[in-house]
């Protein structure tokens, strides 16, 4: 990297050796140790600055709630092909919102207090852009600042991570907790990442305007060199060295290294040739508001091939060895998603190719007209039984590189053989239910038919009876509209409040509840009164995808003050005044993973 020998001082001479690299740690210690090398309040002011429109757009999106990631395809990439070829992560943000997002966007936003005059749509949303870049500095302004000479799209590139090198000069990567650095080998140099943010132009000579004026309030030195065919500036020394230039199209601003790869694409070629990215965005579909690419077996097999020799010791170090008979061609080429404006809602999508070869299970749900019309969150899973054998078979066949004592998984497969394995099971799902402040709740599967659900529940009855006398657990049956419902009582102890749990057999369902009342709400739940024929469920799993392999749905109205006064306990007037007028207009949130050629999750937020 340029300047790893000598710093370079703001006239250009030599400032000394650059300070040897130390250990990154991750967790409660991250913030405080990601760059131990100073920084000038000046210099990092400027970075701030720089990155501001980036902040403020992905700010927007979570505090919005309005930007979901859904394949987007349709509108081309203004940065792409700027972007490094070998970018290993790539994320590009829409604020001239593209095709139909600027109508689908106004149209969710009007649900919520702020945005309910679509005439006044654009007004709004720049007021929350102004406030959000205002947050980053207070002299900092969206329509002032960024507006004038943007084209609409700013984006991150990505071509390598923070190295170490080694005596042998073979660089390592190395994100460790506080607690493992002590045991890691001795790494002397550091590098900066290869970062680059792509600014899209709309005006060159107002772009130049903006950065020489913000340079000159902050009083930041830059040296200036001629680089493919335009100026590349470079401020800082060291491991802070930053680099800028200007394009016809694009503002660039990174490391060093970053910014040189982004001008060298006119010669090397960029991320919009990689088949790769090409592949990733024929998965996306439609206009979008942002869009993302993460080259996940490039980015794997970098790693790997930066450690070298090192890799044992330093991923036992961190408690997490690699499986024997790692294989590469497992990862995924890549992962993509974006996120898209319904009129209604906002979609999440994230696609993969597909790697394993088990067949896919999509199909509509078969438990939902059986669960309890006030069911309030409910996670399902399809074919339940054979992914349960495969992560087992698994769990097995990593056994002691991962840490697993053989004798455990053999005390597992005993435990399910004596109920027949998990073979049997078909769909499962875990349910809460809620009747005004009081939530239930339990696990209701399918079994092959009406005749092994009954044999099913009447063997673990059998088995508990058995066990009574050394486990304490005592069995209650009891008959409830024609079904035989066993409640199990389990004794207090070791700071464990007494538990009762029920069984029982309905059609081909296995009914679990935490108390015999879940079980005799699904004994009572007829396809009318059930989850399947609530309006909120049905159109945000229709949004998600109502044919998938797994699924998961929250009701967020019936839950909201529960979960928005517990969380404000100590000031409930700020949920009530603040939070409440927002999240009374949000509907269910549904999340749904589909199997095919490529996998696709989808989160799905509807407004009402």
């Known amino acids: 990297m340029d300047g790893m020998t000598n710093q370079v001082g703001p006239g250009g001479g030599?400032?000394?050796?650059?300070?040897?690299?130390?250990?990154?740690?991750?967790?409660?210690?991250?913030?405080?140790?990601?760059?131990?090398?100073?920084?000038?309040?000046?210099?990092?002011?400027?970075?701030?600055?720089?990155?501001?429109?980036?902040?403020?757009?992905?700010?927007?999106?979570?505090?919005?709630?309005?930007?979901?990631?859904?394949?987007?395809?349709?509108?081309?990439?203004?940065?792409?092909?700027?972007?490094?070829?070998?970018?290993?992560?790539?994320?590009?943000?829409?604020?001239?919102?593209?095709?139909?997002?600027?109508?689908?966007?106004?149209?969710?936003?009007?649900?919520?207090?702020?945005?309910?005059?679509?005439?006044?749509?654009?007004?709004?949303?720049?007021?929350?852009?102004?406030?959000?870049?205002?947050?980053?500095?207070?002299?900092?302004?969206?329509?002032?600042?960024?507006?004038?000479?943007?084209?609409?799209?700013?984006?991150?590139?990505?071509?390598?991570?923070?190295?170490?090198?080694?005596?042998?000069?073979?660089?390592?990567?190395?994100?460790?907790?506080?607690?493992?650095?002590?045991?890691?080998?001795?790494?002397?140099?550091?590098?900066?990442?290869?970062?680059?943010?792509?600014?899209?132009?709309?005006?060159?000579?107002a772009a130049q305007v903006w950065v020489n004026a913000e340079l000159s309030r902050l009083n930041v030195k830059t040296t200036a060199q001629g680089y493919a065919g335009t100026t590349l500036y470079t401020t800082g020394s060291g491991i802070d060295q930053g680099a800028y230039a200007l394009t016809d199209q694009d503002l660039l601003l990174g490391t060093v290294a970053g910014v040189k790869a982004a001008l060298d694409t006119r010669t090397a070629g960029s991320l919009a040739d990689n088949p790769n990215y090409q592949a990733a965005m024929k998965s996306l579909t439609g206009d979008s508001l942002a869009r993302f690419y993460v080259g996940m077996r490039e980015l794997v097999q970098g790693g790997l091939a930066s450690t070298g020799s090192s890799m044992s010791g330093i991923v036992g170090a961190l408690g997490v060895p690699l499986p024997s008979g790692f294989d590469i061609g497992a990862i995924p080429a890549w992962l993509a998603g974006s996120i898209r404006a319904e009129s209604d809602g906002t979609v999440l999508e994230i696609a993969m190719p597909k790697t394993g070869t088990i067949s896919s299970d999509n199909h509509t749900s078969r438990i939902a007209s059986s669960l309890p019309g006030n069911t309030v969150g409910v996670l399902e899973i399809h074919s339940l039984g054979r992914a349960l054998s495969s992560g087992l078979a698994a769990v097995a066949s990593a056994g002691p590189a991962a840490g697993i004592d053989s004798g455990t998984i053999g005390t597992v497969k005993q435990a399910l053989s004596l109920i027949g394995g998990v073979d049997w099971i078909g769909d499962g799902t875990a349910v809460v239910t809620a009747t005004g402040p009081t939530f239930d709740g339990g696990i209701v599967a399918e079994a092959t038919d009406a005749g092994t659900a009954q044999s099913k529940v009447d063997t673990i009855g059998n088995l508990v009876s058995l066990s009574s006398i050394v486990t304490g657990y005592k069995r209650h049956d009891e008959t409830y509209n024609g079904h035989r419902i066993t409640t199990v009582t389990i004794p207090a102890g070791s700071g464990l409040a007494e538990l009762r749990v029920s069984f029982a057999a309905k059609d081909n369902l296995i009914v679990v509840g935490y108390t015999d009342a879940f079980v005799k709400a699904v004994i009572d739940t007829t396809p009318a009164s059930s989850l399947a024929s609530q309006a909120d469920y049905s159109s945000a799993m229709s949004a998600a995808g109502a044919s998938n392999e797994e699924s998961f749905y929250v009701n967020v109205p019936a839950l909201e003050d529960q979960i928005g006064r517990a969380v404000l306990s100590s000031n409930p007037s700020r949920w009530t005044l603040d939070y409440k007028p927002y999240f009374d207009h949000l509907g269910g949130i549904a999340f749904a993973v589909i199997d095919g050629t490529t996998v696709n999750l989808r989160l799905v937020v509807t407004a009402r």
């Open 14 to 205: 030599p400032q000394g050796p650059v300070p040897q690299g130390t250990v990154i740690p991750i967790a409660d210690e991250w913030a405080a140790g990601v760059h131990p090398v100073a920084i000038s309040p000046r210099s990092r002011r400027f970075r701030w600055g720089m990155a501001g429109a980036i902040v403020m757009v992905v700010a927007l999106a979570t505090t919005a709630g309005a930007f979901v990631l859904s394949g987007a395809a349709g509108s081309r990439s203004l940065t792409a092909a700027m972007a490094p070829k070998n970018s290993v992560f790539f994320m590009e943000v829409r604020t001239d919102l593209p095709g139909d997002q600027r109508a689908n966007l106004a149209g969710f936003l009007s649900h919520f207090p702020g945005f309910k005059d679509r005439a006044q749509f654009d007004n709004a949303l720049d007021e929350v852009l102004n406030k959000l870049t205002s947050e980053v500095s207070p002299d900092l302004r969206y329509t002032s600042a960024f507006k004038p000479w943007m084209e609409g799209e700013v984006s991150i590139a990505l071509t390598s991570l923070g190295l170490y090198t080694t005596a042998s000069s073979t660089p390592v990567v190395v994100y460790a907790a506080p607690s493992t650095t002590s045991n890691l080998p001795d790494l002397p140099a550091h590098s900066a990442p290869g970062a680059v943010a792509i600014f899209a132009l709309k005006d060159r000579f």
